[in-house]
Each structure stands twice: as structure tokens, then as C-alpha cells.
């Protein structure tokens, strides 16, 4: 009977160990489950980051390109400024030629009056 015992406490632990076994299965597989969504989630995440950059990349690309485009506008607008200055020095010039002719010519009164036979406009002394 001591052998039927030991037998039956031999059975006994192997079945214990059998059921912890099958347990232990159980959990690697859902270990290995949950490796498997982490490694998927790290991939859609890291595919993410890389379209996130790609986007940064241009958007820093586009202000580059608003910052040289500004820049080349304030310089026109720079160049404009000059220009209309230099104009309006000229301008004055020939305001104070045209106040020195007027003042050195005979003073005459001009009318204009207009040709119907010549279909044009003329000056004549009054």
C-alpha cells in the first residue's frame, strides 16, 4: 500500500505540475500577445513621428521661403522709397527752372483758343 500511496502522491504532483504548466502556457501566450500589440503600437507610433517630422521639415521649408520672399519685398519696397526720392529732388529742380524762366520772361498775356478750322489749339497774345 505504500507504493499505491507514493503512486497516487507522485500522480497527484505530477497533475499539479501539469495544471501550473498549462497555466504558465496560458500566460506566455498572453504575455506574448501583448508583446505583439506594444511592438505593433511602436510601429504605427514611430510611422506617426516620422510624418510629424516630414511635415515639420516642410512647414520650416516654407517659412524659409515666406522669409526670403519678405525680404526681397522690403527691398523692392527700400528701392521704390529711393527712387520716388530721387524723383521728387528732380521734380524740385525743374519746379525752381521753371520759377526761374517764368520770372525772366516778358510778361504778356497768353489765352489759348482753339482752330476749328485747324482742329487744334493755339496760343495767341490777347
Not at 505504500?2 to 498572453?30: F, I, N, P
Not at 520672399?69 to 527700400?78: F, K, P, R, T, Y
Request: proline share 2%; net charge positive.
Amino acid at each position: 500500500m505504500a507504493e499505491v500511496a507514493l503512486l497516487s502522491d507522485g500522480l497527484r504532483v505530477v497533475a499539479v505540475m501539469g495544471q501550473g504548466a498549462a497555466h504558465l502556457g496560458r500566460e506566455a501566450a498572453a504575455a506574448r500577445g501583448v508583446f505583439e500589440d506594444a511592438q505593433k503600437m511602436a510601429t504605427v507610433q514611430a510611422t506617426a513621428m516620422q510624418t510629424l517630422a516630414r511635415q515639420l521639415h516642410e512647414v520650416v521649408q516654407a517659412q524659409a521661403g515666406i522669409r526670403n520672399e519678405v525680404g526681397a519685398g522690403l527691398a523692392a519696397v527700400a528701392y521704390v522709397g529711393q527712387a520716388v526720392r530721387g524723383v521728387s529732388v528732380e521734380v524740385g529742380g525743374i519746379v525752381d527752372t521753371l520759377k526761374q524762366v517764368s520770372g525772366a520772361a516778358p510778361r504778356r498775356p497768353w489765352t489759348l483758343r482753339s482752330s476749328a478750322r485747324h482742329r487744334c489749339w493755339a496760343l495767341q497774345s490777347g
